[in-house]
C-alpha cells in the first residue's frame, strides 16, 4: 500500500513524458492532476487502514535491494509521518492545479511537480537510513530546476544558492548516518533507535550535532536561513506553496525521527542549546520580517519564525511538547500555503508586492474584497487567533515546554505577538484606505482562483475547532516511541483549557519526567 504513494506520481510523470510534445498543454496539467488525485485517494485508503492504537509502524514494507552496503527498500507509516503524508498529497494537489494554465515547456513542469511529491513521499515513508537520504536528495532535483527555470529574474542565483545550502545540509546527514552505522558495529543502515546506545556520549553528541544542523539548514534555522527568502521570491507560487508547506517539515521530521529518535541520551544534553537556538529563530524572524516591505518576504520570513516553535517543543522532549511539534508542522503547512496562494494572485493581479504601493484591495467594488477577507484569516491564524488551527499549535508548544524550559518559551511567546504586528502592517497598508493606482480596474478573480484558498481556510478553521481530529493519529504514537505516557495527558477539555488542578498535576508530572 505505501509503495502505491511513490509510484503512482511515477507512472503519472512516466505518461505525461510519452504524450506527444505538441500536445494540448492542458493535457499535461490534467494528467498531473489525475495522478496526484489519485495519490491524495490512497492517503485517504492509508489513513482508514491506519491502527491509532498501534504505536509501532505500520502497513511496513520491506525488500532486499543491495544488501552489501545495507540498503533495503524498507517503508513504514506511524503517527509521526501520517499527518505529513497527508499534507504532503494536499498541498501537491493544490500546487499543480493552481498551477498557471499557460506555464512554459509544461510537460516538463508537471513531471518535476510529480517527481518532487515522490521525494517527499518517500523520505516520509522510509524505515532504512540509506533510503531516507536517496529520497531526501531526490526532491532536491525538481526542486532547483522548478526554481531555476520557472522562476523569477534573480532565479538562477536563488536556484544555486539553495542547491548548495542542500548539498551540505545532506552530506552532513549521511555522514552522521554513516558514523552511526559504523561505530556502533551495525550490518545495515535500517532504522534501529538502540544502536547509538552502545556509544560513548561523546561520540553520541558529535553525530547529534551533524544531524541537528544538517535538519537545521533545510528548516531552516538561524543562521542557516539565507537560501529560504532569496528562493521564495524567485519561485512561482505552486514551488512557494511546496516549499513552506512541505518541503521545510522535512527538517523538522528528520530532527524528531532521526535526531531525537536515534540519541536521546544526548539529545537531553543539547537541549538546553536547542531551546535557546529556537529563541534566536523565533526572535530573528520575527524581527526581520517586520522590516519588509515585500509581501513574499515578509510571508518567507514568518516561517523561520514559526518553525522555530517546532524546535522549542523538540527540544523540550515532552510526549505534550512533541504532540505539539506535529501539530504546530501541520497548521505552518496549512497556513503558510494559503498566504503564499494569496500574495500569488495579488501579484498576478497587480504586478506587485511592495507593501508601500498597494492600498486599498479590500474594497468591495474595485478590489479584491475576498482574496482580502482569506488574508485577514490567514494572517490572524497565523498569530495565533482562538478558533484557528494556528491558536491550538501554538498554545501546546507553549504548554507543553514551560514546564522544561519557561524562560525560552516566554521569549518565543513574543514571537507570537510579533506576528501580529508585521501581518497587521501587512493588511493594513495592502487591504485597507483608498485604492492605488496598480489596485484600479483589477481583472476579477475567477473560482479556479478561489478555490485551492477557500480549501486550505476550511481546514485551518475545521481543525482549529477540532484539533482532536488531527491529533489522535499521533497520539499513542509519540506516547510510547518518542515520550513517556506519564506526562502526556488525554485529548479531552482539559487539554486545550485546564483547570488549574490540572495544571498543577500536570506540571509535577513533567517535573519528575524530566529528572
Same mark, same amino acid.
Given at each position: 500500500?505505501?509503495?502505491?504513494?511513490i509510484?503512482?506520481p511515477?507512472?503519472g510523470?512516466?505518461?505525461?513524458?510519452?504524450?506527444?510534445?505538441?500536445?494540448? &498543454? =492542458?493535457?499535461?496539467?490534467l494528467?498531473?492532476i489525475?495522478?496526484i488525485? *489519485?495519490?491524495l485517494g490512497?492517503?485517504?485508503?492509508i489513513v482508514?487502514q491506519f491502527d491509532?492504537t498501534n /504505536?509501532s509502524?505500520?502497513l511496513?514494507e520491506s525488500?532486499p535491494w543491495?544488501?552489501?552496503?545495507g540498503l533495503?527498500y524498507q517503508?513504514g507509516v !506511524?503517527?509521526?509521518s501520517?499527518?505529513?503524508?497527508?499534507? =504532503?498529497?494536499?498541498? +501537491?494537489?493544490?500546487?499543480i492545479?493552481s498551477s !498557471?494554465?499557460?506555464?512554459s @515547456?509544461?510537460?516538463?513542469y508537471?513531471?518535476?511537480l510529480?517527481?518532487?511529491n515522490?521525494?517527499?513521499?518517500?523520505?516520509f515513508?522510509? !524505515?532504512?537510513l540509506?533510503?531516507?537520504?536517496?529520497f531526501?536528495?531526490?526532491?532536491?532535483?525538481?526542486?532547483y530546476?522548478?526554481i531555476?527555470?520557472?522562476?523569477?529574474e534573480?532565479?538562477a542565483?536563488?536556484? %544555486?544558492k539553495?542547491?548548495i545550502? %542542500?548539498a551540505i545540509?545532506g552530506?552532513?546527514i549521511l555522514a552522521a548516518?554513516?558514523g552511526? +552505522?559504523w561505530?556502533?558495529?551495525?550490518?545495515?543502515f535500517?532504522?534501529q533507535p538502540? *544502536?547509538?546506545?552502545?556509544?560513548p556520549?561523546?561520540q553520541q553528541?558529535i553525530?547529534?550535532g551533524?544531524i541537528?544542523?544538517?535538519?537545521?539548514?533545510k528548516i531552516p534555522l538561524?543562521p542557516?536561513?539565507?537560501?529560504? /527568502?532569496?528562493a521564495h521570491?524567485e519561485a512561482s507560487t505552486?514551488v512557494?506553496v511546496l516549499?513552506a508547506?512541505?518541503?521545510?517539515k522535512l527538517?523538522?521530521y528528520g530532527?524528531?525521527?532521526?535526531? *531525537?529518535g536515534?540519541?536521546?541520551e544526548?539529545w +537531553?544534553?543539547?537541549? /538546553?542549546i536547542?531551546a535557546?537556538?529556537a529563541?534566536?529563530?523565533?526572535?530573528?524572524?520575527?524581527? +526581520?520580517?517586520?522590516?519588509?516591505t515585500?509581501?513574499?518576504?515578509?510571508?518567507a520570513?514568518s516561517s523561520?519564525?514559526?518553525m522555530?516553535?517546532?524546535?522549542?517543543a523538540a527540544?523540550s522532549?515532552?510526549?505534550l511538547?512533541?504532540?505539539a511539534?506535529v501539530?504546530q508542522m501541520?497548521?505552518?503547512g496549512?497556513?503558510?500555503?494559503l498566504?503564499?496562494?494569496?500574495v500569488? $494572485? $495579488?501579484?498576478?493581479?497587480?504586478?506587485t508586492?511592495?507593501?508601500d504601493?498597494?492600498?486599498g484591495?479590500?474594497?468591495p467594488?474595485r478590489? *479584491?474584497p475576498?482574496?482580502?477577507?482569506?488574508?485577514?484569516?490567514?494572517v490572524?491564524a497565523?498569530?495565533?487567533i &482562538?478558533?484557528?488551527v494556528?491558536?491550538?499549535s501554538?498554545?501546546?508548544?507553549?504548554r507543553?515546554?514551560f514546564a522544561?524550559?519557561p524562560t525560552?518559551?516566554l521569549l518565543?511567546?513574543i514571537? %507570537?505577538?510579533?506576528?501580529a504586528v508585521?501581518?497587521?502592517?501587512?493588511?493594513n497598508?495592502?487591504?485597507?484606505?483608498?485604492?492605488?493606482?496598480p489596485?484600479?480596474n483589477?481583472? /476579477?478573480?475567477?473560482w479556479?482562483d478561489?478555490t485551492p484558498?477557500?480549501i486550505?481556510?476550511?481546514a485551518?478553521?475545521?481543525f482549529?475547532?477540532q484539533?482532536a481530529?488531527?491529533?489522535?493519529?499521533?497520539e499513542v504514537?509519540l506516547?510510547?516511541?518518542?515520550?513517556?505516557?506519564?506526562?502526556?495527558?488525554?485529548l479531552s477539555? %482539559?487539554t486545550?483549557?485546564?483547570?488549574?488542578t490540572?495544571?498543577?498535576?500536570?506540571?509535577s508530572t513533567?517535573?519528575e519526567?524530566? @529528572?
Amino acid at each position: 500500500m505505501l509503495s502505491a504513494l511513490i509510484w503512482i506520481p511515477i507512472l503519472g510523470a512516466i505518461i505525461i513524458g510519452l504524450l506527444p510534445r505538441k500536445a494540448n &498543454p =492542458n493535457s499535461f496539467r490534467l494528467g498531473a492532476i489525475i495522478a496526484i488525485a *489519485l495519490s491524495l485517494g490512497w492517503t485517504i485508503v492509508i489513513v482508514t487502514q491506519f491502527d491509532i492504537t498501534n /504505536p509501532s509502524l505500520q502497513l511496513t514494507e520491506s525488500l532486499p535491494w543491495i544488501d552489501s552496503i545495507g540498503l533495503r527498500y524498507q517503508l513504514g507509516v !506511524d503517527g509521526l509521518s501520517l499527518p505529513l503524508l497527508a499534507l =504532503n498529497s494536499l498541498l +501537491t494537489w493544490i500546487a499543480i492545479y493552481s498551477s !498557471d494554465k499557460s506555464v512554459s @515547456r509544461p510537460r516538463f513542469y508537471y513531471i518535476l511537480l510529480l517527481l518532487l511529491n515522490t521525494g517527499v513521499v518517500g523520505a516520509f515513508l522510509a !524505515d532504512n537510513l540509506l533510503l531516507f537520504f536517496l529520497f531526501y536528495e531526490l526532491e532536491l532535483i525538481p526542486l532547483y530546476l522548478l526554481i531555476a527555470i520557472w522562476g523569477g529574474e534573480k532565479r538562477a542565483y536563488a536556484a %544555486t544558492k539553495f542547491l548548495i545550502y %542542500t548539498a551540505i545540509s545532506g552530506i552532513l546527514i549521511l555522514a552522521a548516518f554513516l558514523g552511526l +552505522t559504523w561505530l556502533s558495529g551495525s550490518t545495515n543502515f535500517d532504522y534501529q533507535p538502540l *544502536l547509538s546506545q552502545a556509544l560513548p556520549v561523546g561520540q553520541q553528541l558529535i553525530l547529534l550535532g551533524a544531524i541537528i544542523i544538517g535538519f537545521g539548514i533545510k528548516i531552516p534555522l538561524v543562521p542557516f536561513h539565507t537560501w529560504l /527568502p532569496d528562493a521564495h521570491v524567485e519561485a512561482s507560487t505552486p514551488v512557494s506553496v511546496l516549499l513552506a508547506g512541505v518541503l521545510l517539515k522535512l527538517g523538522t521530521y528528520g530532527i524528531l525521527r532521526f535526531g *531525537l529518535g536515534l540519541f536521546p541520551e544526548a539529545w +537531553t544534553v543539547l537541549a /538546553p542549546i536547542l531551546a535557546n537556538w529556537a529563541v534566536v529563530s523565533v526572535l530573528y524572524g520575527a524581527f +526581520t520580517a517586520i522590516a519588509q516591505t515585500d509581501m513574499k518576504k515578509m510571508v518567507a520570513y514568518s516561517s523561520i519564525a514559526h518553525m522555530g516553535y517546532v524546535l522549542l517543543a523538540a527540544a523540550s522532549a515532552t510526549s505534550l511538547s512533541l504532540l505539539a511539534a506535529v501539530f504546530q508542522m501541520v497548521s505552518h503547512g496549512l497556513i503558510s500555503a494559503l498566504l503564499f496562494l494569496l500574495v500569488g $494572485v $495579488v501579484y498576478q493581479k497587480t504586478g506587485t508586492r511592495n507593501l508601500d504601493t498597494l492600498r486599498g484591495l479590500l474594497n468591495p467594488e474595485r478590489g *479584491l474584497p475576498l482574496i482580502g477577507s482569506l488574508m485577514v484569516l490567514g494572517v490572524m491564524a497565523s498569530s495565533g487567533i &482562538p478558533g484557528m488551527v494556528g491558536f491550538i499549535s501554538e498554545f501546546l508548544v507553549f504548554r507543553g515546554s514551560f514546564a522544561m524550559f519557561p524562560t525560552q518559551t516566554l521569549l518565543c511567546m513574543i514571537g %507570537t505577538g510579533l506576528t501580529a504586528v508585521y501581518f497587521l502592517l501587512l493588511v493594513n497598508r495592502v487591504f485597507f484606505g483608498r485604492l492605488s493606482t496598480p489596485a484600479l480596474n483589477l481583472p /476579477p478573480v475567477s473560482w479556479f482562483d478561489r478555490t485551492p484558498a477557500m480549501i486550505l481556510a476550511a481546514a485551518i478553521v475545521i481543525f482549529g475547532l477540532q484539533p482532536a481530529w488531527m491529533l489522535r493519529w499521533s497520539e499513542v504514537t509519540l506516547l510510547q516511541r518518542f515520550g513517556t505516557e506519564s506526562s502526556v495527558p488525554k485529548l479531552s477539555a %482539559t487539554t486545550i483549557i485546564p483547570t488549574p488542578t490540572a495544571i498543577v498535576s500536570r506540571h509535577s508530572t513533567l517535573n519528575e519526567y524530566q @529528572r
